[in-house]
């Protein structure tokens, strides 16, 4: 079953605690998109990879990191330096930075 | 600036009404603007884009750049159209979407 797997689908963590969220895809595609989705808010970027091993900071970084030594694996790590933790977390990739881009079922994360 | 921006956070119409869902952005360059769907319980996807100039379940939308607008329409509203619809902005080299905060649409019976 090809396509793009975030895990788990609902996370809870403690406050001051960091949490990494999984996106993998197997549809051999170069690059990968984390957002940030809240109620009224729309999709927010977080980070980005347009190929592997390498990534650029979105409109709202700041609070999480990424990695991405594979191709089919783009984790982002919410630190505790995020402010407002608590989101729908969504992943997407597409073949290349101008294609379609395909979008994850999402992470529900609550900090508490 | 680059914007995306989707005036109704919810539209409620009856079944086989007219539906329009509003988009305008903001861009320097020449813009490639997409619209997404996410039914619920299910992941976002994508509806059409301005570039294929395709209709999708009936709708279908115009680049305005005169009005820097991209319309989503439908003539006749099915209750399976209810969903929240997503208006994007490809955000030039760097390939990433801008997303507008999104219209939920609700077809009533």
Request: hydrophobic fraction near 30%; glycine fraction near 8%.
């Amino acid at each position: 079953d090809g396509g793009i797997t975030q895990s788990p689908k609902y996370l809870f963590r403690k406050e001051g605690q960091n949490v990494t969220l999984s996106c993998e895809q197997n549809l051999n595609h170069d690059a990968m998109y984390w957002y940030r989705q809240d109620p009224g808010q729309g999709l927010r970027l977080i980070y980005y990879s347009q190929i592997v091993n390498d990534f650029q900071k979105g409109d709202i970084a700041e609070g999480y990191s990424v990695s991405r030594e594979k191709k089919e694996s783009f984790p982002l790590t919410v630190t505790s330096a995020q402010k407002n933790p608590t989101a729908f977390y969504l992943c997407a990739s597409s073949l290349t930075s101008n294609t379609e881009a395909f979008f994850g079922q999402g992470t529900r994360l609550t900090v508490v | 600036a680059q914007r995306v921006t989707q005036p109704e956070k919810l539209l409620s119409v009856f079944k086989g009404a007219p539906v329009e869902l509003k988009c305008n952005y903001s861009y320097s360059g020449s813009p490639e603007l997409f619209w997404y769907v996410q039914y619920s319980r299910q992941r976002l996807q994508l509806l059409l884009r301005h570039i294929s100039r395709e209709s999708i379940k009936g709708f279908t939308a115009d680049l305005n750049k005169g009005e820097t607008s991209f319309h989503l329409k439908k003539p006749f509203a099915q209750e399976e159209d209810s969903a929240m619809y997503y208006c994007a902005l490809r955000r030039g080299s760097q390939g990433n979407l801008i997303f507008g905060k999104g219209t939920k649409l609700s077809v009533k019976p």
